[in-house]
Protein backbone atom coordinates (compact mmCIF):
# COMPACT_ATOMS: atom_id res chain seq x y z
CA UNK A 1 0.00 0.00 0.00
CA UNK A 2 1.47 3.30 -1.24
CA UNK A 3 0.75 6.97 -1.71
CA UNK A 4 -0.38 7.68 -4.86
CA UNK A 5 -1.33 10.77 -5.47
CA UNK A 6 -2.32 13.70 -2.77
CA UNK A 7 -3.79 17.05 -3.28
CA UNK A 8 -5.63 19.84 -1.26
CA UNK A 9 -9.35 19.89 -1.17
CA UNK A 10 -11.70 22.31 0.21
CA UNK A 11 -14.76 20.90 1.68
CA UNK A 12 -17.86 22.48 3.57
CA UNK A 13 -15.44 21.32 6.90
CA UNK A 14 -13.00 22.57 6.18
CA UNK A 15 -9.52 22.07 4.11
CA UNK A 16 -8.40 18.50 3.80
CA UNK A 17 -5.63 17.16 2.16
CA UNK A 18 -6.42 14.02 0.30
CA UNK A 19 -4.27 10.83 -0.51
CA UNK A 20 -4.53 7.74 -2.25
CA UNK A 21 -3.55 4.52 -1.40
CA UNK A 22 -3.09 1.58 -3.54
CA UNK A 23 -0.80 -0.97 -4.76
CA UNK A 24 -0.80 -0.02 -7.99
CA UNK A 25 -0.94 3.69 -9.34
CA UNK A 26 -3.50 2.69 -12.19
CA UNK A 27 -6.20 1.59 -9.71
CA UNK A 28 -9.35 3.22 -9.75
CA UNK A 29 -10.73 2.40 -6.54
CA UNK A 30 -8.26 3.63 -4.67
CA UNK A 31 -8.17 3.91 -0.51
CA UNK A 32 -8.33 7.50 0.77
CA UNK A 33 -7.12 9.47 3.60
CA UNK A 34 -8.69 12.81 4.30
CA UNK A 35 -6.27 14.51 6.68
CA UNK A 36 -6.60 18.31 7.65
CA UNK A 37 -4.21 20.84 6.64
CA UNK A 38 -2.90 21.87 9.99
CA UNK A 39 -3.33 18.39 11.44
CA UNK A 40 -0.36 17.90 14.06
CA UNK A 41 0.94 13.85 13.64
CA UNK A 42 3.06 14.69 17.00
CA UNK A 43 0.00 14.96 18.76
CA UNK A 44 -2.68 11.96 18.83
CA UNK A 45 -4.99 12.40 16.02
CA UNK A 46 -8.60 12.00 16.01
CA UNK A 47 -9.23 9.82 13.36
CA UNK A 48 -12.17 8.03 12.12
CA UNK A 49 -11.61 4.17 9.88
CA UNK A 50 -14.99 4.29 7.89
CA UNK A 51 -15.61 1.83 5.31
CA UNK A 52 -17.61 2.92 2.32
CA UNK A 53 -20.99 2.95 2.40
CA UNK A 54 -21.96 4.56 -0.97
CA UNK A 55 -25.59 3.81 -0.19
CA UNK A 56 -25.04 6.12 2.84
CA UNK A 57 -22.36 8.56 1.86
CA UNK A 58 -23.78 9.38 -1.74
CA UNK A 59 -26.96 8.81 -1.61
CA UNK A 60 -28.06 9.72 1.89
CA UNK A 61 -29.80 5.92 2.38
CA UNK A 62 -31.76 6.30 5.53
CA UNK A 63 -31.49 2.46 6.39
CA UNK A 64 -28.39 2.88 7.93
CA UNK A 65 -26.18 5.78 9.78
CA UNK A 66 -23.22 5.65 7.65
CA UNK A 67 -23.92 8.86 5.63
CA UNK A 68 -24.40 10.44 8.79
CA UNK A 69 -21.41 8.75 10.79
CA UNK A 70 -19.25 10.35 7.95
CA UNK A 71 -20.55 13.52 7.63
CA UNK A 72 -20.10 13.84 11.45
CA UNK A 73 -16.94 12.69 11.67
CA UNK A 74 -15.58 14.97 9.04
CA UNK A 75 -17.12 17.91 10.95
CA UNK A 76 -14.67 16.65 13.97
CA UNK A 77 -11.90 16.19 12.10
CA UNK A 78 -12.20 19.73 10.99
CA UNK A 79 -12.63 21.57 14.13
CA UNK A 80 -10.08 18.77 15.78
CA UNK A 81 -7.57 19.06 12.77
CA UNK A 82 -7.82 14.99 12.43
CA UNK A 83 -7.88 12.86 9.88
CA UNK A 84 -10.96 10.06 8.29
CA UNK A 85 -9.48 7.25 6.36
CA UNK A 86 -12.10 5.80 3.57
CA UNK A 87 -11.65 2.20 2.87
CA UNK A 88 -13.08 1.54 -0.31
CA UNK A 89 -14.46 -2.16 1.01
CA UNK A 90 -18.46 -1.20 0.66
CA UNK A 91 -21.40 -3.16 2.37
CA UNK A 92 -19.34 -4.50 4.97
CA UNK A 93 -16.66 -5.93 2.68
CA UNK A 94 -19.29 -8.12 0.37
CA UNK A 95 -19.49 -5.54 -2.36
CA UNK A 96 -22.46 -2.96 -3.62
CA UNK A 97 -24.17 -5.75 -6.29
CA UNK A 98 -24.46 -7.99 -2.49
CA UNK A 99 -25.33 -5.67 -0.42
CA UNK A 100 -28.50 -4.66 -3.09
CA UNK A 101 -29.40 -8.27 -2.70
CA UNK A 102 -29.06 -8.11 1.42
CA UNK A 103 -31.26 -5.43 1.23
CA UNK A 104 -34.30 -7.38 -0.67
CA UNK A 105 -33.63 -9.86 2.23
CA UNK A 106 -34.08 -7.53 4.93
CA UNK A 107 -37.12 -6.23 3.42
CA UNK A 108 -38.52 -9.78 3.76
CA UNK A 109 -37.44 -9.94 6.98
CA UNK A 110 -34.20 -11.29 7.72
CA UNK A 111 -31.51 -8.97 9.71
CA UNK A 112 -28.10 -7.63 8.04
CA UNK A 113 -26.43 -9.90 9.80
CA UNK A 114 -29.25 -12.82 8.37
CA UNK A 115 -29.45 -11.78 4.91
CA UNK A 116 -25.22 -11.74 4.70
CA UNK A 117 -25.58 -15.42 6.04
CA UNK A 118 -28.42 -16.53 3.44
CA UNK A 119 -26.03 -15.31 0.55
CA UNK A 120 -23.33 -17.25 1.62
CA UNK A 121 -21.48 -14.57 2.64
CA UNK A 122 -19.27 -13.71 5.59
CA UNK A 123 -21.06 -11.24 8.27
CA UNK A 124 -18.18 -8.89 8.01
CA UNK A 125 -15.49 -9.48 5.52
CA UNK A 126 -13.41 -5.85 6.27
CA UNK A 127 -9.97 -5.78 6.68
CA UNK A 128 -8.40 -3.01 8.61
CA UNK A 129 -4.71 -4.10 8.07
CA UNK A 130 -5.56 -1.30 5.23
CA UNK A 131 -6.28 1.16 7.64
CA UNK A 132 -3.26 0.71 9.72
CA UNK A 133 -0.91 0.59 7.45
CA UNK A 134 -2.29 3.84 5.66
CA UNK A 135 -1.83 5.51 9.40
CA UNK A 136 1.95 4.00 9.06
CA UNK A 137 2.54 5.74 5.75
CA UNK A 138 0.92 8.44 7.16
CA UNK A 139 3.50 8.57 10.52
CA UNK A 140 0.31 8.93 12.08
CA UNK A 141 1.27 6.68 15.47
CA UNK A 142 -1.33 7.84 18.43
CA UNK A 143 -4.75 8.28 17.76
CA UNK A 144 -8.22 9.15 19.52
CA UNK A 145 -10.48 6.27 17.72
CA UNK A 146 -14.15 7.74 16.49
CA UNK A 147 -15.77 4.27 16.15
CA UNK A 148 -18.56 2.35 17.54
CA UNK A 149 -17.40 -0.75 16.38
CA UNK A 150 -14.80 -3.03 18.89
CA UNK A 151 -13.24 -4.84 15.64
CA UNK A 152 -11.76 -1.37 14.60
CA UNK A 153 -10.52 -1.32 18.31
CA UNK A 154 -9.17 -4.82 18.42
CA UNK A 155 -7.44 -4.67 15.03
CA UNK A 156 -5.92 -1.08 16.59
CA UNK A 157 -5.06 -2.67 19.95
CA UNK A 158 -2.81 -5.21 18.16
CA UNK A 159 -0.67 -2.86 15.57
CA UNK A 160 1.89 -0.26 16.27
CA UNK A 161 -1.04 2.43 16.47
CA UNK A 162 -1.39 3.49 20.01
CA UNK A 163 -5.46 3.99 20.56
CA UNK A 164 -5.03 6.81 23.32
CA UNK A 165 -8.99 6.51 23.60
CA UNK A 166 -12.12 5.78 21.59
CA UNK A 167 -14.69 8.34 21.03
CA UNK A 168 -18.15 6.80 20.17
CA UNK A 169 -20.59 8.16 17.31
CA UNK A 170 -23.76 7.91 17.73
CA UNK A 171 -26.16 8.78 15.92
CA UNK A 172 -29.97 9.43 16.61
CA UNK A 173 -31.95 6.22 15.07
CA UNK A 174 -34.41 6.61 12.78
CA UNK A 175 -37.78 4.32 12.16
CA UNK A 176 -35.98 3.58 9.09
CA UNK A 177 -32.47 2.44 10.55
CA UNK A 178 -33.51 0.92 13.96
CA UNK A 179 -33.93 -2.47 13.63
CA UNK A 180 -30.32 -2.41 11.65
CA UNK A 181 -28.73 -0.31 14.26
CA UNK A 182 -30.50 -3.29 16.84
CA UNK A 183 -28.31 -5.42 15.30
CA UNK A 184 -25.24 -4.06 15.08
CA UNK A 185 -25.53 -3.65 18.93
CA UNK A 186 -26.80 -6.89 19.60
CA UNK A 187 -25.25 -9.34 17.52
CA UNK A 188 -22.12 -7.32 16.40
CA UNK A 189 -21.29 -6.02 19.73
CA UNK A 190 -21.18 -2.40 18.78
CA UNK A 191 -20.93 -0.10 21.41
CA UNK A 192 -24.01 2.55 21.91
CA UNK A 193 -27.18 2.01 23.47
CA UNK A 194 -30.73 1.77 22.15
Known amino acids: MKKQAEALIPTSWGNFRMIAFSEREEEWMPHLALVHE ?54 RGIGIINKLKAYNLQDRGLNTVDANIH ?36 ALENSHIEVVSRIPLVMEPKKENFNYLKTKQEELGHLFKL
Not at 79 to 91: D, H, N, T
Not at 122 to 150: G, K, W
Open 38 to 91: HCDISQPVLTRIHSECITGDLFGSRRCDCGEQLHKALEMAAEQKGAVLYLRQEG
Open 119 to 154: LGLEVDARQYNIAIEMLEALSISRIHLLTNNPEKIE
